[in-house]
C-alpha cells in the first residue's frame, strides 16, 4: 500500500534532516534557554555579574542561526537534485517530484521563519538582563 509518507521529501538524508533541524532547534534552544537563565538568575543574584547569561543568550542565538541557514539552504531549488536513478517511478499523485519540491521548499521556508523568530525571542531576553539590576 503507496502513501505520501512512503518516500522521503527527497533522496538526500542531509537535506530532510537539515529541514527538521531548523524547524526543531528554534523552540527548543528558546525553552533550554528560558531554564537556563531562570537557573543562572539566582547565580547572577549571588555573584552580581551576568556574563554567563549573555554567554548563553549568544550559544542559543549561535544554534538558532545555523539551524536557520542549514534550513533555508536545505530547500530543493533544482529539479535534478529530486532524480535519483535507483528510485522506481511515482505511483501516485502525492509521491511526484513535483509534490516533494514543493513539500521541500514549504519545509525551507518554515525553518528560515522560525529561525528569525526565534532568533527575535531570544534577543527579547537580553533586555530584562540588561534594563534591570541584578537582583530584581
Known amino acids: 500500500m503507496d502513501s505520501s509518507t512512503g518516500r522521503p521529501v527527497s533522496h538526500e538524508r542531509w537535506r530532510l534532516a537539515s529541514q527538521w533541524f531548523g524547524i526543531l532547534a528554534g523552540p527548543l534552544a528558546f525553552l533550554s534557554l528560558l531554564q537556563a537563565q531562570y537557573v543562572l538568575s539566582a547565580?547572577?543574584?549571588?555573584?552580581?555579574?551576568?556574563?554567563?547569561?549573555?554567554?548563553?543568550?549568544?550559544?542559543?542565538?549561535?544554534?538558532?542561526?545555523?539551524?536557520?541557514?542549514?534550513?533555508w539552504r536545505a530547500s530543493v531549488d533544482d529539479p535534478r537534485r529530486l532524480e535519483h536513478p535507483d528510485a522506481p517511478p511515482p505511483k501516485s499523485l502525492a509521491t511526484t517530484d513535483e509534490v516533494r519540491r514543493q513539500r521541500s521548499t514549504w519545509m525551507s521556508v518554515l525553518a528560515a521563519c522560525l529561525s528569525a523568530l526565534f532568533v527575535l525571542l531570544i534577543l527579547a531576553l537580553e533586555?530584562?538582563?540588561?534594563?534591570?539590576?541584578?537582583?530584581?
Open 43 to 71: 547565580v547572577a543574584c549571588e555573584t552580581g555579574s551576568t556574563w554567563f547569561m549573555h554567554l548563553a543568550s549568544g550559544i542559543a542565538l549561535l544554534i538558532v542561526a545555523a539551524a536557520g541557514v542549514l534550513g
Open 127 to 136: 533586555i530584562p538582563i540588561g534594563a534591570l539590576s541584578i537582583c530584581q
